[in-house]
Each structure stands twice: as structure tokens, then as C-alpha cells.
């Protein structure tokens, strides 16, 4: 039942702060005036906005005002396209250590009579503040009906305080009455609650020395006041007031040096932390960090008049374009970033599943499997099982062109190198060099073990259970025609593994399947999995690591 009469309630002022948010420019109207005379003269904040006026503008053509007069209509009984001027505003909070947050009031206008009805009225308690018609909902907060047009939600002492104020000359209400052109208006002024900042602020050494100086500023600044709407290219404007001339040239000083220490941060948070896998697209977002750092701080260049400091955001620079470019940026980034990183681990792992299909049709051919490399009549090794593979991986014509007598980097043999197959290169490690990094697991009790060919029957712990194939860290890569692979160490079992993606690194298994292990896998559980006899058994879900 409570959370039925917020939701009627809270939905309204949504869509009039949605509303708000998509302001247009507006000439001032005498509802306007009204609301802020209504502003209890203990606020200290407020935000001023002009629903009705903003929908008239050709830029909210596509607005669903349909849903939103029907949702009125049914839920609160009001036509909330008739909303004409609306203000939130705050008082400060009576808590010292700012455990309560700020007592609200909203003061709503309408251009025609308006009455609660609908579902609404459903979950709501009649009742009369000062002798004033209107409903009560939990937390001691209700809504008064001052007149046929005008209602006000707040606390009820906030409500009885609403009603006898028709007009007020504080410092929050003069700020009002100096800007009634701009269709979004927020005003706060600092000197009601400069004592609770400074209460609550950090202490001096636990902040980082470059960021201390913002510790000064509110001492320094009596009120802040934003304006703006989208119209002629977007325009909006931010005002300090300083408590004198002094005060407005430190606050200047200080938000230069901010803006430096910020830039220099965000640039260096660029180019070392976002990875984008592609040297051009990482330039290319350099670059675009730069632009836009250049043109915040371009922007955040105050004309001094006095004590006023006024930032004019016009045009494309302004801080709604900004912002939404970033926030966009700051979201399509992780995106790329996760399509691109999944597209290569699939390519990985059709490439593994290719390796590990040739392995098993060499298998079925000669009975045995393919040893880790060839060795010469001496027992020196010649070439990798990455070359004996290719005539089951359609690559018959290549193999024939190797002396398989010689040596990997015979003068004949270390020509055929720059012939290495797409395939054999990872998509996370574009190779130009002739090297890999998929390599087999050698050593002892593995599958591959020097110029050992294995039998299917020698791996007793199942070809399901045991991994034959790995995809290796960069720096691991080795020339694919070389006679050179991973070797298990018990004591290290994943020395370079785990830096080639994110999270872990695919394996191919001897069953032909292809697997991807996080690197939280217990060693010794990986260990186990490493080898083809060792009788381990394999936890159950480990596999699905």
C-alpha cells in the first residue's frame, strides 16, 4: 500500500523533471512569478522549470503526451500536459553530521483548475492542512490543494509554512526574479548551509594535495546559479557569485588549476588504461580525449565582473552535449571493447578446434598420435608437430615443400617460415613474423613428450579429461615451423598463461573440444588436467570453469 501511493505520486514529478531536463526557451509567465513566491523563505535551493511551455516547442513533436495525459488522467486524476510552472526546493538539513537528508517542498502551477482523482485517490487520506483541502501520505509528507490551479507536496509543518507565505525577499527568491528567461533556472545559495559543509568536509590530509584547494571553495562562494536550454545551438550558463573580489580571483585560480590536473589525469587514464586492440581506433580516442579536454577547459573561462564569475557554455560546447558525449563514449567503449574481445576468442577457438581436428585425423590415419616434433637419426629435433599437421589441414601443398630431413631453420626450411597459415596466428596477436602462440603441452606423463607418439589407450584419464593444446601470453610466442612448446611445470602451472584475454585462456582438450579455464582454477586441479595418467579425479564443474 505505501509503495502504491509513492509510485502514483513520485511518477508525476518524474515526468515533470523529465520534462524539465528536455527545458526549451521560454517567455517569462506570471505562474512562473506565483511559484516562487510560494518558495518557504528558509530554502536554499531550487529548481524552476516550465512544463506546459516546453511542450509547445517544435523539438518535443515526439514526446508520448498521449501516455503521459492518459497516465494523469487515470492514476492522479490530472492533465498533466496543462503543468504549467513547477518548483522543487530545499531546505537545509536539520542534522548537523547531514545523517537526514534536506526537507523538499514541490510547488506544481497549472494553467487550467485541476482535482486529485483517479487511482490515486484509491490510496490516500483526506485531510485539511490550515483549514487547506488536501490528501496525506506516509512519512508524515502530504499534498495540499492551495487553490484550483496550484498544489504544493511537502512535510506537513513544510505545507502549513507553504501556505502562509505569498511573498518572501530572500536571497534564494531574489536569484529567481533576476533570471526569468531561462526555461531550466537552479539557484543555491551557500551561506545557509556553509556551516554544515564545513562541518562535513574531509580532513585536510586525507585528500590529495593537488585536490586540497577545493577545500577553500566554500568559504569563498555565496551563490551558484545554472541556466540553459537547446534551442539556436544550446546555450547555457553557469554563475558564481563570490563573497567579494578577492574571493572571485582565488576561485579562478582555483578551478584553472583543477581543470589542468584533471585534463593531465583523464589523458593519461586514456592512453594507459582503455585498451582498444587497435592502434588506430587508440589514436583515434586519444585524440578524441583530447579535443574534448581542450574544449572543457576552453569553455570553463569565466568572464570577471566583480564578484559574479559567469561561464557561457554556448553552441556544440555546451554541458549537455558534453556530458552525453561522454556518458555515450563511456559506454560504448566497454562495448567495443567486449564485442571485439569476443569475436577473437571465437576465431581462437575455431582455430584450436582446427588444430585439434588435424591431431585426431593424424590419429586415425597412422594409429598414434603426432609426436610434439620429428627428430634426425642422431635424435636432434627437426620440426614442429605444427608442420606434420598440415596435410590434414588442407594444407598438403605447403608441407611438400619441406626438406623433413632438416632442421627448422635450415637454409631451406627457414625460408618457408613467412608461408605460416592464417590460422596458425591468433586474432589477439597479430603475427607478421612466422610466430605462434598455440603450442602443445609437453613434458613428462602429458600428451606430447619430445618424439614420443602416444596411443589413445595411454591416456587413461580420458581424452575429455586431458588438455593437449594452448593458446600462450605474446611474449611466449615461437616460430611455428620450431620445435618448441609449452612445458607443464607442477610448481608454475601457468607461467604464460592468462595475459592473452581477459578472465583466462582457451584450451583444446584431447577429445577434440575446445574449452575456455579462468585462471581462478586451482593449480593443482589445472595440473591434473595437464597430464594423461595421473589418475586425478577431476572435480565435478571444472571443466566449466
Given at each position: 500500500?505505501?509503495?502504491?501511493?509513492?509510485?502514483?505520486?513520485?511518477?508525476?514529478?518524474?515526468?515533470?523533471?523529465?520534462?524539465?531536463?528536455?527545458?526549451?526557451?521560454?517567455?517569462?509567465?506570471?505562474?512562473?512569478?506565483?511559484?516562487?513566491?510560494?518558495?518557504?523563505?528558509?530554502?536554499?535551493?531550487?529548481?524552476?522549470?516550465?512544463?506546459?511551455?516546453?511542450?509547445?516547442?517544435?523539438?518535443?513533436?515526439?514526446?508520448?503526451?498521449?501516455?503521459?495525459?492518459?497516465?494523469?488522467?487515470?492514476?492522479?486524476?490530472?492533465?498533466?500536459?496543462?503543468?504549467?510552472?513547477?518548483?522543487?526546493?530545499?531546505?537545509?538539513?536539520?542534522?548537523?553530521?547531514?545523517?537526514?537528508?534536506?526537507?523538499?517542498?514541490?510547488?506544481?502551477?497549472?494553467?487550467?483548475?485541476?482535482?486529485?482523482?483517479?487511482?490515486?485517490?484509491?490510496?490516500?487520506?483526506?485531510?485539511?492542512?490550515?483549514?487547506?483541502?488536501?490528501?496525506?501520505?506516509?512519512?508524515?509528507?502530504?499534498?495540499?490543494?492551495?487553490?484550483?490551479?496550484?498544489?504544493?507536496?511537502?512535510?506537513?509543518?513544510?505545507?502549513?509554512?507553504?501556505?502562509?507565505?505569498?511573498?518572501?525577499?530572500?536571497?534564494?527568491?531574489?536569484?529567481?526574479?533576476?533570471?526569468?528567461?531561462?526555461?531550466?533556472?537552479?539557484?543555491?545559495?551557500?551561506?545557509?548551509?556553509?556551516?554544515?559543509?564545513?562541518?562535513?568536509?574531509?580532513?585536510?590530509?586525507?585528500?590529495?594535495?593537488?585536490?586540497?584547494?577545493?577545500?577553500?571553495?566554500?568559504?569563498?562562494?555565496?551563490?551558484?546559479?545554472?541556466?540553459?536550454?537547446?534551442?539556436?545551438?544550446?546555450?547555457?550558463?553557469?554563475?558564481?557569485?563570490?563573497?567579494?573580489?578577492?574571493?572571485?580571483?582565488?576561485?579562478?585560480?582555483?578551478?584553472?588549476?583543477?581543470?589542468?590536473?584533471?585534463?593531465?589525469?583523464?589523458?593519461?587514464?586514456?592512453?594507459?588504461?582503455?585498451?582498444?586492440?587497435?592502434?588506430?581506433?587508440?589514436?583515434?580516442?586519444?585524440?578524441?580525449?583530447?579535443?574534448?579536454?581542450?574544449?572543457?577547459?576552453?569553455?570553463?573561462?569565466?568572464?570577471?565582473?566583480?564578484?559574479?564569475?559567469?561561464?557561457?557554455?554556448?553552441?556544440?560546447?555546451?554541458?549537455?552535449?558534453?556530458?552525453?558525449?561522454?556518458?555515450?563514449?563511456?559506454?560504448?567503449?566497454?562495448?567495443?571493447?567486449?564485442?571485439?574481445?569476443?569475436?577473437?576468442?571465437?576465431?581462437?577457438?575455431?582455430?584450436?578446434?582446427?588444430?585439434?581436428?588435424?591431431?585426431?585425423?593424424?590419429?586415425?590415419?597412422?594409429?598414434?598420435?603426432?609426436?610434439?616434433?620429428?627428430?634426425?637419426?642422431?635424435?636432434?629435433?627437426?620440426?614442429?608437430?605444427?608442420?606434420?599437421?598440415?596435410?590434414?589441414?588442407?594444407?598438403?601443398?605447403?608441407?611438400?615443400?619441406?626438406?623433413?630431413?632438416?632442421?627448422?631453420?635450415?637454409?631451406?626450411?627457414?625460408?618457408l617460415v613467412d608461408k605460416m597459415p592464417l590460422f596458425y596466428s591468433n586474432p589477439n596477436v597479430p603475427a607478421t613474423d612466422g610466430t605462434?602462440?598455440?603450442?602443445?603441452?609437453?613434458?613428462?606423463?602429458?600428451?606430447?613428450?619430445?618424439?614420443?607418439?602416444?596411443?589413445?589407450?595411454?591416456?587413461?584419464?580420458?581424452?575429455?579429461?586431458?588438455?593437449?593444446?594452448?593458446?600462450?601470453?605474446?611474449?611466449?610466442?615461437?616460430?611455428?615451423?620450431?620445435?618448441?612448446?609449452?612445458?607443464?611445470?607442477?610448481?608454475?602451472?601457468?607461467?604464460?598463461?592468462?595475459?592473452?584475454?581477459?578472465?583466462?585462456?582457451?584450451?583444446?582438450?584431447?577429445?577434440?573440444?575446445?574449452?575456455?579455464?579462468?585462471?581462478?582454477?586451482?593449480?593443482?586441479?589445472?595440473?591434473?588436467?595437464?597430464?594423461?595418467?595421473?589418475?586425478?579425479?577431476?572435480?565435478?564443474?571444472?571443466?566449466?570453469?
Amino acid at each position: 500500500m505505501l509503495y502504491q501511493k509513492r509510485r502514483f505520486l513520485l511518477s508525476t514529478w518524474v515526468i515533470a523533471y523529465t520534462l524539465f531536463l528536455q527545458a526549451m526557451p521560454l517567455s517569462p509567465s506570471l505562474a512562473q512569478q506565483e511559484v516562487i513566491q510560494r518558495i518557504p523563505p528558509t530554502a536554499f535551493a531550487g529548481v524552476l522549470v516550465q512544463p506546459k511551455k516546453i511542450l509547445q516547442h517544435p523539438g518535443m513533436e515526439l514526446l508520448p503526451t498521449e501516455l503521459i495525459k492518459l497516465f494523469g488522467e487515470k492514476e492522479l486524476g490530472m492533465d498533466l500536459l496543462e503543468l504549467e510552472s513547477i518548483v522543487f526546493a530545499l531546505d537545509p538539513p536539520s542534522d548537523p553530521q547531514m545523517r537526514q537528508p534536506p526537507t523538499f517542498a514541490v510547488i506544481a502551477k497549472f494553467a487550467k483548475p485541476q482535482d486529485i482523482g483517479g487511482n490515486a485517490l484509491l490510496n490516500l487520506k483526506k485531510t485539511k492542512f490550515d483549514g487547506v483541502d488536501g490528501y496525506l501520505l506516509e512519512d508524515e509528507v502530504g499534498i495540499a490543494q492551495i487553490d484550483s490551479k496550484t498544489f504544493v507536496m511537502a512535510s506537513a509543518a513544510q505545507i502549513s509554512k507553504i501556505l502562509k507565505t505569498e511573498s518572501n525577499s530572500s536571497l534564494l527568491i531574489s536569484l529567481f526574479n533576476s533570471d526569468l528567461e531561462s526555461p531550466i533556472v537552479t539557484h543555491v545559495t551557500i551561506a545557509p548551509i556553509r556551516d554544515l559543509i564545513n562541518q562535513n568536509l574531509p580532513e585536510t590530509q586525507s585528500v590529495p594535495l593537488p585536490f586540497q584547494q577545493l577545500l577553500e571553495l566554500p568559504k569563498l562562494i555565496d551563490s551558484i546559479s545554472y541556466s540553459g536550454n537547446f534551442d539556436n545551438g544550446g546555450m547555457e550558463r553557469l554563475k558564481i557569485n563570490a563573497v567579494d573580489n578577492e574571493a572571485a580571483v582565488r576561485i579562478v585560480q582555483i578551478t584553472d588549476n583543477v581543470l589542468k590536473i584533471g585534463k593531465n589525469f583523464a589523458m593519461s587514464w586514456v592512453a594507459n588504461e582503455v585498451e582498444m586492440g587497435d592502434p588506430q581506433y587508440q589514436a583515434a580516442l586519444v585524440q578524441y580525449a583530447e579535443r574534448i579536454a581542450g574544449k572543457l577547459q576552453t569553455t570553463w573561462q569565466p568572464k570577471v565582473d566583480g564578484q559574479a564569475l559567469v561561464y557561457d557554455m554556448s553552441g556544440g560546447g555546451n554541458l549537455g552535449t558534453l556530458g552525453t558525449s561522454g556518458v555515450l563514449i563511456g559506454m560504448l567503449l566497454p562495448a567495443v571493447q567486449q564485442a571485439r574481445e569476443a569475436a577473437r576468442r571465437a576465431q581462437s577457438m575455431n582455430n584450436m578446434k582446427q588444430f585439434a581436428l588435424a591431431i585426431h585425423n593424424y590419429e586415425s590415419v597412422y594409429r598414434r598420435f603426432p609426436a610434439q616434433y620429428s627428430v634426425s637419426k642422431e635424435g636432434k629435433p627437426l620440426l614442429s608437430w605444427r608442420v606434420h599437421v598440415l596435410p590434414y589441414m588442407e594444407q598438403q601443398q605447403l608441407y611438400s615443400q619441406f626438406h623433413l630431413d632438416e632442421p627448422w631453420d635450415s637454409e631451406h626450411n627457414i625460408q618457408l617460415v613467412d608461408k605460416m597459415p592464417l590460422f596458425y596466428s591468433n586474432p589477439n596477436v597479430p603475427a607478421t613474423d612466422g610466430t605462434t602462440v598455440y603450442q602443445v603441452i609437453s613434458g613428462k606423463d602429458t600428451m606430447f613428450e619430445g618424439d614420443k607418439k602416444l596411443v589413445v589407450a595411454e591416456v587413461t584419464d580420458g581424452t575429455s579429461n586431458t588438455a593437449i593444446l594452448l593458446e600462450l601470453n605474446p611474449e611466449n610466442a615461437v616460430i611455428w615451423t620450431q620445435p618448441a612448446d609449452w612445458e607443464l611445470q607442477t610448481d608454475d602451472p601457468f607461467h604464460g598463461l592468462g595475459d592473452l584475454r581477459p578472465g583466462g585462456f582457451n584450451v583444446g582438450m584431447a577429445d577434440g573440444s575446445v574449452r575456455f579455464f579462468s585462471t581462478s582454477i586451482d593449480p593443482e586441479v589445472w595440473a591434473a588436467i595437464c597430464t594423461r595418467n595421473g589418475g586425478e579425479v577431476i572435480p565435478y564443474g571444472a571443466l566449466d570453469n
